[in-house]
């Protein structure tokens, strides 16, 4: 097979290679986590706050749903299948994978200075008025500028460093908590949560950030140019008038 | 990209990969020697179950579950629905369980068939510790009982011995746990609940109480314990009822 040298392939990549390999392995564990996840909400879809929480106590909230249980009163007559023994076995692999592929990235991301680069507010912008403006020029739907086709603009920037740095930390610590060997050797991490049945409840909240970033992410970059934006993040390189045929 | 570099790459990749293979096979020989893989380590979960319970016995062999001061004892407790007692149930809970007989072999110098009242004379322990659902839900009770590895100590289980089968009266639930939690201070065969004997719908006369591990594992009405090195030739070789209803065989997390 000829080795093709293009010109373009000596440019600086959009995404550089790492970005790219974990963006998409945090996709596929991501949304194997959020489906199994929300499989086993279905087994109980009652949420409480402190160390303890079943039927016989009243919750926090209930999310209006049937249940694949007969035990949890729904007001449904409908019990639904119970998916519970292979979501777990998922979310735990899923889990996994989300965990070594943070790893690499936060390695990565460090030894690259990926972190001070590209994602950092650049200096002048680390202030809330800096997001205000971005946010209006949103609403007011003018393009952005140029400096934005090779680097994020300082909403991206914080909302990126949010999920990556407070987010995912805690919807990792918060389903750590739920789990009986894992509070065994490290009773802190669900004591200083208030209890087990609140690290469960803030799991369920912090996903929902998630899900809520990954819903405003998808429409985003739907919005500005879904294959301009997407390409880039899987070949590396941004697209250029010079390439389109 | 010229040809040294693209030569060096796949020389390196190539080595990267004989290492990898290497490296995976000395950790899958290392892992299995001590009792790191899991009886459901097949199939497509496989890597992740295995991780999960690896990485638990590694960082949590010895540690105790939490246990809870009096006043958090749940008022108001949830005994999961369990199925309708079967014959050979009601009888003995007609003749009050004067005749309920928990039977240890396998791997044992002594096997034994012990009486409730055998279990009860034995040094017991209360906890109260969390029971944890996998669904989600939880409560927290004293349980009394008696330790687990006293009964193995009176039955002289053998050293070669690597896993704990143990047995419901309901012939459909069985459930096994590596040495690691069958000696655990914490795991107990319990008899009494809050103070008072152990009531039917939390598995009386007779449960096992594995706090470290979620609720599906303290399998209810213990009749039977079998000390063996292989869960290879109990039932479909998965080590416990749960994997062949899909569910993990080690249930810490």
Same mark, same amino acid.
């Given at each position: 097979m000829p080795v093709v040298v293009s010109p373009v392939k000596t440019q600086t990549p959009r995404h550089a290679g790492f970005v790219r390999v974990t963006h998409w392995l945090t996709v596929v564990a991501f949304v194997a986590l959020l489906i199994t996840g929300g499989e086993i909400v279905i087994s109980h879809p009652r949420f409480y706050w402190g160390e303890t929480g079943n039927v016989n106590m009243s919750p926090l909230f209930t999310i209006p749903i049937p249940s694949s249980r007969d035990t949890v009163p729904t007001g449904y007559k409908y019990v639904m299948p119970d998916q519970n023994g292979w979501s777990r076995y998922l979310h735990f692999q899923a889990a996994w994978l989300l965990v070594f592929t943070g790893a690499v990235y936060l390695i990565a991301g460090f030894a690259t200075s990926h972190f001070r680069k590209n994602l950092v507010p650049i200096h002048g912008e680390r202030s809330l008025g800096a997001h205000w403006r971005r946010i209006a020029q949103y609403l007011r739907r003018s393009p952005p500028g140029s400096d934005e086709v090779r680097s994020y603009n300082v909403l991206q920037r914080t909302s990126y460093l949010t999920v990556i740095f407070i987010l995912f930390p805690l919807v990792i610590w918060t389903g750590l908590a739920l789990s009986p060997g894992f509070n065994a050797a490290f009773p802190f991490f669900v004591n200083v949560l208030g209890g087990r049945q609140s690290a469960r409840t803030l799991h369920f909240f912090v996903s929902g950030a998630l899900l809520l970033f990954l819903v405003v992410h998808i429409v985003m970059v739907a919005v500005s140019g879904f294959w301009t934006r997407t390409r880039p993040m899987i070949v590396g390189r941004a697209v250029s008038s010079e390439e389109e045929p | 990209?010229?040809?040294?570099?693209?030569?060096?790459?796949?020389?390196?990749? =190539?080595?990267?990969?004989?290492?990898?293979?290497?490296?995976?096979?000395?950790?899958?020989?290392?892992?299995?020697?001590?009792?790191?893989?899991?009886?459901?380590?097949?199939?497509?979960?496989?890597?992740?179950?295995?991780?999960?319970?690896?990485?638990?016995?590694?960082?949590?062999?010895?540690?105790?579950?939490?246990?809870?001061?009096?006043?958090?004892?749940?008022? /108001?407790?949830?005994? /999961?629905?369990?199925?309708?007692? /079967?014959?050979?149930?009601?009888?003995?809970?007609?003749?009050?369980? #004067?005749?309920?007989? =928990?039977?240890?072999?396998?791997?044992?110098? /002594?096997?034994?068939?012990?009486?409730?009242?055998?279990?009860?004379?034995?040094?017991?322990?209360?906890?109260?510790?969390?029971?944890?659902?996998?669904?989600?839900?939880?409560?927290?009770?004293?349980?009394?009982? #008696?330790?687990?590895?006293?009964?193995?100590?009176?039955?002289?289980? =053998?050293?070669?011995?690597?896993?704990?089968v143990y047995h419901s009266i309901q012939p459909e639930w069985w459930e096994s746990i590596d040495m690691a939690d069958a000696l655990h201070p914490q795991t107990f065969l319990t008899w009494g609940m809050n103070d008072g004997d152990l009531p039917y719908g939390f598995g009386g006369p007779l449960r096992m109480r594995v706090p470290r591990q979620l609720g599906y594992k303290s399998v209810k009405y213990i009749v039977h314990l079998t000390a063996t090195d292989s869960l290879k030739s109990f039932g479909k070789g998965l080590g416990s009822a749960s994997p062949e209803a899909g569910y993990a065989w080690y249930a810490g997390i």
């Open positions: - | 990209m010229s040809q040294i570099s693209r030569r060096k790459l796949i020389t390196g990749g =190539l080595i990267t990969a004989a290492v990898g293979v290497t490296g995976l096979a000395a950790a899958d020989r290392i892992a299995r020697r001590y009792g790191l893989i899991p009886p459901d380590s097949g199939g497509i979960y496989g890597p992740g179950e295995t991780l999960t319970y690896a990485a638990q016995r590694l960082i949590t062999t010895h540690s105790l579950a939490r246990e809870f001061p009096r006043s958090m004892i749940s008022k /108001n407790p949830f005994a /999961n629905e369990v199925d309708k007692p /079967n014959d050979e149930f009601k009888r003995h809970q007609a003749s009050n369980f #004067t005749d309920w007989r =928990l039977a240890v072999d396998g791997m044992v110098a /002594n096997p034994v068939s012990l009486s409730l009242s055998d279990i009860k004379a034995m040094p017991y322990r209360s906890q109260i510790t969390e029971v944890v659902c996998e669904e989600g839900w939880s409560y927290v009770a004293e349980w009394i009982g #008696t330790p687990l590895h006293e009964v193995l100590h009176t039955a002289e289980v =053998l050293p070669q011995a690597r896993y704990i």
